[in-house]
């Protein structure tokens, strides 16, 4: 098992639950605030890896839900001031772990990387668990 950092949205209830199903896998969780941490691009550069920029952002995020910012016609160095400065706009959780960082919650990457419990697999596949709780209902 693994100690893994969990920069997330306080209050998040996706957050929690993917906090939950890390922990139930036996990974000590040490969560931190995305919000008010003291980020640089450096630091986010490091969770987005190869990903393309449109796959660094929230798209729940009301200035992206409204139009207002639309992250495909962004370069990565405007994506990643805009980032930096607002980081309510970061897709979520960033998460790291032995030596890896990894952005969003895709569940057959998390689960090849750090293992779920079956019973998240068998409830979700290997699909995406970042979609949040409250506009799914």
Known sequence: MSDVLFFEKPGCANNARQKSWLAAAGHRIEARNLLTHAW??????????????????????PRIKSGEIVPETLDEPAALELLVRE????????????GRREVGFE???????????????????????????????
């Open 40 to 61: 640089s691009s450096a630091e986010l550069l490091a969770f987005f890896g190869a990903r393309p920029v449109s796959e660094w952002f929230n798209r729940a995020a």
């Open 87 to 98: 980081p309510l706009l970061i897709r979520r959780p960033l998460i790291a772990a032995g």
């Open 107 to 137: 569940i057959a990457t998390i689960h090849a990387w750090l293992g779920l419990p079956d019973s998240v697999l068998a409830a979700h596949g290997l699909g995406d668990a970042e979609a949040c709780i409250a506009e799914s209902k």
